[in-house]
């Protein structure tokens, strides 16, 4: 009868041990597939959807350039897209301009951009744009770098701006490149084109 037992018990299911080792070896595959699943995703298209939210911030923090900002420079003419009053007329600046640019210099950084600190000098918001060209540069080619621009009434800002292809090449070129920088203003209109600016890569 004992003999027998054994039999059934042995037919019927596995021997103790064999129903241990079995459970271990579940348990290892389970706990390698969860550490792939940490390390690797599992395939889960989170590890896609961060790195396309990591690309479209990149892409969303560049400053933008309005009609006003793509009109502005030395080839405007009387195109009235590019007038920032042609219905009222522009309102006067001081002898130094409305908006002043305190940089001389400034540091393109790997995504195209770069600060610069601007002082606004009247008690009306200094929103226009900001553009910087090669030296001598009449058309929207000859452009280095160009983009919105706002500072508060009376007060000192820093402002991002962002280059063109162009800008950024010749800004990685030994010493940099110096451009000449045009503003406009709604309101206020053109600024002679008086500063310049060294771009630096």
Do not use: W
């Not at 959807?49 to 080839?75: E, I, Y």
């Not at 910087?132 to 080619?141: A, D, K, M, N, W």
């Not at 009376?154 to 110096?178: C, K």
Request: glycine share 14%; aromatic share 2%; hydrophobic share 35%.
């Amino acid at each position: 009868m004992l003999v027998a037992s054994v039999g059934e018990v042995t037919r019927g299911r596995p021997p103790k041990a064999a129903r241990v080792r079995g459970v271990g070896l579940a348990s290892l595959i389970g706990v390698l597939f969860a550490v792939c699943c940490i390390v690797g995703g599992c395939g889960s298209p989170a590890s896609g959807s961060a790195a396309h939210t990591a690309g479209s911030t990149l892409a969303a923090s560049r400053p933008g350039c309005n009609q006003l900002c793509l009109q502005a420079g030395p080839s405007a003419g009387d195109n009235p897209l590019a007038d920032p009053c042609p219905t009222t007329g522009c309102l006067p600046c001081p002898s130094g301009g409305c908006v002043v640019l305190l940089s001389s210099k400034a540091s393109v950084q790997e995504d195209g951009t770069f600060v610069v600190s601007l002082r606004c000098a009247v008690s009306r918001p200094c929103v226009g744009a900001f553009a910087v060209y090669t030296i001598g540069g009449l058309t929207f080619s000859d452009r280095l770098a160009g983009s919105n621009i706002s500072v508060p009434s009376d007060q000192t800002d820093t402002v991002n701006i962002a280059t063109t292809h162009l800008g950024s090449q010749l800004a990685r070129s030994s010493g940099g490149y110096r451009g000449m920088v045009i503003m406009v203003l709604q309101g206020s209109g053109d600024q002679a084109a008086q500063d310049t600016l060294t771009l630096r890569g």
